[in-house]
């Protein structure tokens, strides 16, 4: 394991190669990042902020809190490369070829991307090697799509005039990451984007900012011209001057609801745009008295815990028949009680611990407050560091039940391994608890029982649905919220539309009558 920081001595592998771009020479002490504009680090202000990795307990960067003059830069640079038309009118099978020569290059160092992953995020490597699968899935699919951008054809408007559309690249494109998969979400954003003809500058979350750094670095060696893609660390006044900045163009952003609201309303302070908000969940997970009580806990263990239940569709709210639900609760208490914390590095390991001891302390706060809201614990709870790695910030996986919906756990996004179980009396009843919640990004139903479920499923107001599953995302199908969990899905074709804008040409057809003389 990994203790040191760079060089990046895992398992033997020196990984330090996918950061020598952003690396700025500095005395001791942990390497020292520096945004990468234009291909090159600019070096921070001052000695950085010391970033702890939660799978080593060690120090891991140093990274600077970037200045408005380096947002400045990177966006002029993604201006001038936008304006000169080399990428946005470069052919779509030149865009694609650089996105698929990118998917190519992180397949190639799939290992060393995953072992970044979990060095800045502590998850456990099975679920980091998922994650860069994700993303090379996502610079594949979009590869495709850069070939296929259509406007559309309206033929029988008027007889004097034939109409077209064309989706024009929007710009220069803001993109702004969280912590909880900085490589899967970077893979939602940027190929759709580079996709369309868009150039781009990126704001990591300054916990997880090596795995942007590495693939933008890679995708300069697939051959895009580094003016088209910068990277700005920061924490959020970069990300705020990025979202106000007259010429960015669009801003796609993925975080919590509290900086959706505050992005919704600065977007426009300069120039309006178009703003992608994909924020909070909280997602009710329906079990019906015809679900598969096996297939359920064992789906809900996964929907609950995978990634420490740092996932904005975690299957956060049980809402399950008051036949099953006593028992679903047990049942999942007892698993989440099995599940393995550990060295994120073994490959038995379950659940690594959460992404900072901050976060940590937050979670772990909301469920004292659930304490003492009368919530009762059937599952975790406490803090838990196992011998075998250290003081980290593990949290064992904690399932709580109670069936009052003004409860913190019932309410809130916690953004960690908590679930809590509730139970309903009636499939009206658990329709209308489900969306009475502020949060509208997904939900699951849990029947065997088709038209049962598909009746819940077009009843239920969120911009997702599994019916029998959890969790799962894929670049074909869109993602996005209503209401407090944003707007505007990315992935898929509506993904990719976002980052293009609507042209229509109207073209007469025959001459036209003097308005004034005819
Ligand atoms: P966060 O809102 O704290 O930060 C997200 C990003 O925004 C970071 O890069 C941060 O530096 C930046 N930022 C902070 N303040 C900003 C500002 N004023 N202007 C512009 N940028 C700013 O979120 P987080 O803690 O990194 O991530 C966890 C949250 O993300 C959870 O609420 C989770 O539900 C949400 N999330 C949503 C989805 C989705 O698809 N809807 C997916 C993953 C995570």
Known sequence: MNTTGFPLDVAGRDLGDLLDRAKVPAG?????LGSLVGGSAVAPQGEGTVRISPATGQPLFRAGDESTSVVEAAVARARSSFDTGRWGRAS???????LARTAQLMEARADDLAELVVLETGKPIREARGEVAAAVNAFE??????RDVNGRTVRDIDASVFAFTVREPAGVAGLIVPWNFPLGI???????ALAAGCTVVVKPSPLTPLTALAVVSLLYEAGLEPDAVSVVLGEGPAGAALVAHREVDVVSFTGSTATGRHIAAHAGSQRLKRVALEAGGKTPVLVTANADLDEVVAGLTFAAFFNQ???CVAGSRILADASVADELG???AARAAGLLLGDPWSEATQMGPLISQQHFDGVSAAIETSRQEGVRVLAGGDPSAPEATGARPFLAPTVLATDDDGSTAAREE???PVTVVQSFTSLDEAVT???????????????????????LTLRLRTGTVWINGSTDAFPELPLGGRRDSGYQAEFGREGMEFFTENKTVQVGRTRRKDWYTA
């Open 28 to 32: 001791d002490g942990p390497p020292l």
């Open 92 to 98: 779509g099978r030149d865009r694609a070829r650089v």
């Open 141 to 146: 699919y979009f590869s495709g799509l850069a």
């Open 186 to 192: 970077l893979g939602q954003k940027l190929p759709p």
């Open 309 to 311: 239940g740092q996932v």
């Open 330 to 332: 047990e049942r999942l």
């Open 414 to 416: 916690l953004f960690g």
């Open 433 to 455: 608890r489900a969306n009475a919640s502020a949060y509208g990004l997904a939900a699951s139903v849990w029947s065997n029982d088709l038209r049962e479920a598909l009746d």
